[in-house]
């Protein structure tokens, strides 16, 4: 790092505030912000040290952008700048989606809000493929080249895309197990060079699986104990970035406790994809559905709070984090069926479109985001649109 001194905090508001106002496009687009800063312009990190920021936080669960934010604010002034650093990247899109929320979710909102609404939800399905789509080159490169490694990559995939479909809050569990999975099989001897895996794999998540079995007791509470449940499991025990949230949050959201409909998920979605910031501010907007926007900030602070806790306590571990064989093991088994549960969430959000027009909005954002390959952001809004000018041309929900 070429820093000689700590930077100032109100200079890490300033900077991750921005990002965090500009920061449209997910995590491709804040990592090439939080590169351009920290290394091509004020130079306060080598190419080098943010590279390993950039690796050190794919391997965590929970929102990866967000905790290269974290990090590299971390890396600046320590656990004061990773506060305040995290904190200024999360809260303007936060605050946007709260104040959408509010629009999008309350009780008799304007008609060309429930079809800007309902036509940029249809776009959603499509945007769950294209995320899935977009994830399978770098998890296949990880499974390697050997037949044996790619037939469980293809056997993982399609677990979590039957989990995707219907498994809903127990999707957290089928991931586990199928990272777990293959560092069972790799340490038996099918690791290329066939190595134990001895040595470094010690202190791995040896209690991951039954800790996650044991937690989702705390659904069981109802009210501001389910949402912080819902919430927790999207911040510590997601892997594989932002869009895996989806198929963990609609059944819980939807079917068991009822905080918003099917159609409403389907406008949080849009808007967590539409606000700047990290994707998962649509935990908000589910946590403003259940109890306002009390809620929302409750949802927000349980979701993000891991990121930080990882961050702080854990950075300067983190080269050894990215050197242990049996964490690289874990998501080599982890990351398909995370691929596979985000394309098999496309089926249930497609059953939730109510109308037939959503369904050539569906249509022509796949050919958008899947043939043509253009943005999402670009997509939600104008399947918005489309939805305004149905409403208004007298189309349901108009």
Same mark, same amino acid.
């Given at each position: 790092?070429?820093?000689?001194?700590?930077?100032?905090?109100?200079?890490?508001?300033?900077?991750?505030?921005?990002?965090?106002?500009?920061?449209?496009?997910?995590?491709?687009?804040?990592?090439?912000?939080?590169?351009?800063? !920290?290394?091509?312009?004020?130079?306060?990190?080598?190419?080098?040290?943010?590279?390993?920021?950039?690796?050190?936080?794919?391997?965590?669960?929970?929102?990866?952008?967000?905790?290269?934010?974290?990090?590299?604010?971390?890396?600046?002034?320590?656990?004061?700048?990773? &506060?305040?650093?995290?904190?200024?990247?999360?809260?303007?899109?936060?605050?946007?989606?709260?104040?959408?929320?509010?629009?999008?979710?309350?009780? $008799?909102?304007?008609?060309?809000?429930?079809?800007?609404?309902?036509?940029?939800?249809?776009?959603?399905?499509?945007?769950?493929?294209?995320?899935?789509? @977009?994830?399978?080159?770098?998890?296949?490169?990880?499974?390697?080249?050997?037949?044996?490694?790619?037939?469980?990559?293809?056997?993982?995939?399609?677990?979590?895309?039957?989990?995707?479909?219907?498994?809903?809050?127990?999707?957290?569990?089928?991931?586990?197990?199928?990272?777990?999975?293959?560092?069972?099989?790799?340490?038996?001897?099918?690791?290329?060079?066939?190595?134990?895996?001895?040595?470094?794999?010690?202190?791995?998540?040896?209690?991951?699986?039954?800790?996650?079995?044991?937690?989702?007791?705390?659904?069981?509470?109802?009210?501001?104990?389910?949402?912080?449940?819902?919430?927790?499991?999207?911040?510590?025990?997601?892997?594989?970035?932002?869009?895996?949230?989806?198929? &963990?949050?609609?059944?819980?959201?939807?079917?068991?406790?009822?905080?918003?409909?099917?159609?409403?998920?389907?406008?949080?979605?849009?808007?967590?994809?539409?606000?700047?910031?990290?994707?998962?501010?649509?935990?908000?907007?589910?946590? *403003?559905?259940?109890?306002?926007?009390?809620?929302?900030?409750?949802?927000?602070?349980?979701?993000?709070?891991? $990121?930080?806790?990882?961050?702080?306590?854990?950075?300067? *571990?983190?080269?050894?984090?990215?050197?242990? $064989?049996?964490?690289?093991?874990?998501?080599?088994?982890?990351?398909?069926?995370?691929?596979?549960?985000?394309?098999? $969430?496309?089926?249930? &959000?497609?059953?939730?479109?109510?109308?037939?027009?959503?369904?050539?909005?569906?249509?022509?954002?796949?050919?958008? &985001?899947?043939?043509?390959?253009?943005?999402?952001?670009?997509?939600?809004? !104008?399947?918005?649109?489309?939805?305004?000018?149905?409403?208004? @041309?007298?189309?349901?929900?108009?």
């Amino acid at each position: 790092m070429e820093q000689t001194g700590p930077v100032r905090l109100r200079t890490i508001a300033r900077e991750w505030g921005r990002i965090g106002v500009v920061g449209f496009g997910g995590p491709p687009a804040h990592i090439l912000l939080l590169r351009r800063l !920290c290394v091509e312009q004020r130079r306060w990190l080598s190419a080098q040290e943010f590279e390993d920021g950039v690796a050190a936080t794919n391997l965590l669960p929970g929102p990866a952008s967000t905790q290269l934010a974290i990090l590299t604010a971390w890396r600046l002034h320590g656990a004061a700048g990773a &506060l305040v650093g995290g904190v200024c990247f999360i809260a303007p899109g936060l605050v946007l989606i709260l104040a959408l929320s509010a629009l999008f979710l309350a009780g $008799s909102p304007p008609l060309w809000v429930l079809g800007a609404a309902a036509g940029a939800g249809a776009a959603v399905p499509a945007v769950a493929l294209q995320a899935a789509v @977009a994830l399978v080159p770098g998890s296949l490169a990880r499974a390697g080249s050997g037949r044996a490694g790619r037939a469980r990559w293809g056997a993982y995939a399609l677990v979590g895309v039957v989990a995707g479909v219907l498994v809903g809050p127990w999707l957290v569990l089928v991931l586990l197990a199928a990272g777990l999975t293959e560092v069972a099989v790799r340490s038996r001897g099918a690791r290329p060079g066939g190595g134990t895996g001895q040595g470094t794999r010690k202190g791995t998540r040896r209690g991951a699986l039954p800790m996650a079995g044991a937690l989702p007791a705390l659904g069981g509470l109802g009210g501001l104990g389910a949402l912080a449940w819902v919430a927790f499991k999207v911040g510590a025990l997601s892997y594989g970035g932002g869009f895996v949230i989806i198929p &963990l949050m609609q059944n819980d959201a939807v079917h068991r406790y009822h905080w918003m409909t099917d159609g409403q998920f389907l406008n949080a979605v849009a808007l967590g994809q539409v606000t700047p910031g990290p994707v998962v501010h649509t935990v908000a907007a589910v946590g *403003y559905a259940a109890a306002g926007a009390g809620g929302g900030l409750l949802a927000a602070a349980v979701a993000f709070g891991p $990121s930080f806790l990882f961050v702080i306590l854990g950075a300067r *571990y983190f080269g050894r984090l990215r050197a242990d $064989s049996r964490v690289q093991d874990f998501l080599t088994g982890a990351g398909p069926a995370v691929t596979g549960a985000i394309a098999g $969430s496309a089926v249930p &959000l497609a059953a939730s479109l109510q109308y037939g027009w959503q369904w050539g909005v569906l249509g022509a954002a796949a050919l958008w &985001l899947l043939v043509a390959r253009r943005g999402v952001v670009t997509a939600l809004v !104008c399947a918005g649109v489309l939805g305004a000018l149905a409403s208004s @041309a007298g189309l349901p929900p108009g």
